[in-house]
């Protein structure tokens, strides 16, 4: 186990009816707020109405911003944080799923800052103050309710760049599952690849001697693969929403599960090179990766990927190889992804090779990406390649 | 899963060498800080020298209450309580185990009361604010390190009794499993028995559909099993003893690995009517009544107890009975802890059937106790007596 700092503030609100005390939360930061959120469901399900109703309760001044996309733009960013200092916003409410906090996050984060939020994406300036943020979380995926990551999307450079810091966490995040009931099919099996490839991040690791932490990664994969079929088949079981709610909140809040562990992210990274060119949701980016990344790096460690295999999968090892355990854990994903929906090759969504040399060079910009295997430009060429 | 809420804000600094990070971490809070400690343990050490070195980097000026018991007593909070006042005291530093930061917390919630401390133990009084204090963990057990609960023990009256705030949580804690080296074994084995039961109190709950917090639990029991008996035979196995000291924080900060779930305490609340009149180890008490407990109470939800004897004792089911599983299960734990040396009866200590009805009285004072099955008086009498 590594050395490490671990700190996460953030307060969890997690029920049916939850959202009752909302307003009660929002009074301690102040009267002057800003709505943000993303197209008209929360309009059409009736969330909007009641929302504005808690924060009429406590005589709010609410000002609002709409229309944030699914992966949130820097444009989208700045007219929040104009709209901050114009209204002197002394609080921000985000009600939607990751991509609407994390653009929550970046304006509360720019707001007090003196230059350009982009700056803090591009490692440029660092994050010393925000304003408070609340969220109400409305699909259950990233995380991003419990953390203080947000990832921003640069239409102008095709560039998808992320921040994280402490001043970024929610005061406080209503999680209410029953507000996932009237989430389309296709976007629970967003969230159901999103949460485990958050985790997926954290458990194939260098970092041995680990089994507390291997455990924590393997109870959220083992119960989102129990509740995710169950919350498709009946989109309004409260069980399996609220334990579909709580993995993905487990699965990525400031590190809780891996703590002392090297994190990989190199799928993630490769990833947002993908959707900073082609606007496609995030998970069916990770959906098609994942599973190459798997074939092409397992077996630098395959100790790690044998134990997925059994564990999580229940492959019973007998009569096989180290290697055709850690393959059959690796297919086993492949088939559930493809079970519930997700894609597998990047042709699905029409991509095509045109674009493979400028992803695998921006993903490197840095330098190499990933700790379980350190890959270079070339690597990255390869799993994109093996999953055209 | 029942609702929640959850939040927990102190910082952990994990690690070998993390103590070089005390006077950094302490000058956020001000200069004049009480330095909380129990026997000449950390001076033997050299751990104390250590601190005092940190805090003369910060010019603080450092007051001491040391001598902090076991048990820790109700007329040392007290006397915390005025150094602090007499001295304006800005900041707490507790260094030691559970006792020591139990202690510490009830003087922190005490400066700012302007009554008695007792009142929060007795449930008489709310608490609403306290002094900010950070912890120098040098025994993996209780957890305190990461909550915001203490036990007092107010030995005028043979009373133990506990509070939970969040204004008692530690600003920081800071973790260096190296400092655990020198633990004697019979401590380590208390450490051991203590965040088992934490997670026993949790685990063993009324509440159904909790598959993540279930497995969260298993995984800390299967880790403190691998590595406890490691521990014991090589002190000085800095992995083993930080699997250890996460596995006690993480079985007891603030109830994150059992959010939504209603929770036990009932074997606690006897045990702290045994140590309320004897004073006896807490984990001793513990290891002696928790299997009692449980096979007082297996019969009322046999599930849970089958799946703790096959998932976290690999007991195999086939061709037993639930009833067999679940027995095994339980005897499992018995011999566990007779192997790593802890006591399984009362009349091993020295206590004899003499005080029972006294005991079983006081432990349901407040009226009765648990969550799996519920506990009166007569109930608390007879598992007392299966211990004696």
Redesign the interface.
């Known amino acids: 186990?590594?050395?490490?700092?671990?700190?996460?503030?953030?307060?969890?609100?997690?029920?049916?009816?939850?959202l009752n005390q909302l307003g009660q939360e929002v009074s301690a930061y102040g009267k002057k707020v800003l709505l943000v959120y993303g197209g008209g469901s929360i309009r059409a399900t009736g969330l909007y109405d009641r929302i504005q109703q808690q924060l009429k309760h406590i005589q709010a001044v609410v000002h609002e911003l709409s229309g944030v996309e699914p992966n949130p733009r820097l444009s989208t960013v700045r007219k929040g944080i104009a709209i901050c200092r114009e209204q002197g916003i002394d609080f921000i409410l985000a009600v939607g799923g990751g991509s609407v906090l994390d653009a929550a996050k970046a304006i509360a984060v720019g707001v007090p800052y003196n230059g350009d939020v982009w700056d803090f994406l591009m490692r440029k300036a660092e994050i010393h103050s925000a304003l408070p943020l609340g969220t109400v979380l409305t699909l259950s995926a990233t995380g991003s309710e419990m953390n203080g990551n947000s990832v921003i999307t640069n239409w102008e450079e095709n560039l998808k760049k992320s921040f994280g810091s402490l001043h970024a966490y929610p005061k406080f995040s209503i999680l209410d599952p029953t507000l996932t009931y009237t989430v389309p099919a296709n976007q629970t099996v967003n969230g159901i690849v999103d949460m485990m490839s958050h985790v997926f991040e954290q458990y194939f690791s260098p970092t041995t001697?680990t089994?507390?932490q291997e455990?924590?990664c393997?109870?959220?994969l083992?119960?989102v693969i129990?509740?995710g079929e169950i919350a498709l088949a009946s989109p309004d079981n409260y069980?399996a929403r609220?334990?579909l709610m709580?993995?993905g909140t487990?699965a990525l809040n400031g590190g809780?599960i891996s703590?002392?562990m090297q994190n990989d992210w190199a799928t993630h990274m490769i990833e947002h090179e993908v959707s900073a060119i082609y606007d496609i949701a995030h998970a069916e980016g990770l959906s098609i990766l994942f599973p190459n990344w798997m074939k092409y790096v397992f077996k630098e460690r395959m100790e790690r990927f044998v134990q997925f295999a059994v564990r999580v999968w229940g492959i019973h090892p007998e009569g096989r190889t180290e290697e055709e355990i850690a393959l059959a854990g690796i297919q086993a994903t492949r088939d559930f992804f493809t079970r519930i929906g997700a894609p597998s090759r990047l042709s699905e969504l029409g991509i095509d090779a045109k674009d493979v040399d400028r992803m695998a060079k921006e993903t490197v910009r840095f330098g190499p990406v990933g700790a379980f295997k350190p890959l270079g430009e070339a690597d990255v060429r390869q799993i994109i390649e093996m999953s055209l």
């Open positions: 186990m590594n050395s490490f700092h671990f700190q996460n503030p953030t307060k969890l609100l997690f029920g049916a009816g939850m001697n089994p507390l455990r924590l393997e109870s959220i083992q119960t129990e509740n069980e609220a334990n709580l993995c487990y809780m703590v002392g």
